[in-house]
Each structure stands twice: as C-alpha cells, then as structure tokens.
C-alpha cells in the first residue's frame, strides 16, 4: 500500500492562490493514476483532477476547470496541485489518491474508488473574505 501526505493548504481570501502537494512514500508503479478529491462539510467527497502515470494525460472537474492545474514530479514521486481564482464554494478538506481508476472517477465515468486505494490524510483550505 502506497503512502500519501498532502501539504500545503491554508487560509486565503477569495481571488487567491494555494499550491497543494502530494507526497508518495515510494515509487508509483505505472498502473497507478493520481487524482485530488475534496470534501467539504455536510457534502459528498467529489473528484477534482487526475494525473495519469503513464502519458501524464490530465482530467478536471467542471466547477474547477480553468483555475486548478494539476502535474507530476516522477522523481520526487510528488503531485501537485495548483489552485487560482479561489472561491469560497472551493472550501474543503483536500485528498490525493492512488489507484489505476482514480481518473475514471474524477472523469465521472464510475461514481467510488474501491478498498484497495490509497488515501492521505487531507489538508484544510478555506476560502474566506
């Protein structure tokens, strides 16, 4: 089982900017895609973007398209993800995952990841004025 830990979530006001990272504890295998969840409260988790880990093809949710990009560092075996024009409907407590169809759920094609992904543990960001 892979080992996650997000970092680099915050308080910022709407309009700005944070820069989320996900660490793995060793290295991906290829068959492993990477993907960002969020869950705010009293809501469901919902898919925000995935990373392939075989062409680096990428996938966003509609609510954050244009404004969060998504990228892979293989040698540090680190994702990250970078969030602009935040609003405060982005609010939440921000996940990464791994599993071979962790892009099939951002993309809306299967609604839940399986028991054998891998999760982290979150990281806070509140978008607030």
């Known amino acids: 089982q892979v080992q996650l830990v997000e970092s680099g979530g915050g308080l910022v006001q709407p309009g700005g900017s944070l820069r989320l990272s996900c660490a793995a504890s060793?290295?991906?295998?290829?068959?492993?895609?990477i993907g960002w969840f969020r869950q705010a409260p009293g809501k469901e988790r919902e898919g925000v973007s995935c990373i392939t880990s075989t062409d680096g093809a990428t996938e966003y949710a509609d609510s954050v398209k244009g404004r969060f990009t998504i990228s892979r560092d293989n040698a540090e075996n680190t994702v990250y993800l970078q969030m602009k024009s935040l609003k405060p409907e982005d609010t939440a407590v921000y996940y990464c995952a791994t599993d071979p169809l962790v892009c099939e759920v951002v993309a809306g094609r299967i609604p839940n990841l399986g028991p054998y992904a891998s999760w982290g543990q979150g990281t806070q960001v509140t978008v607030s004025s």
């Open positions: 060793r290295f991906t295998p290829e068959r492993y895609n």
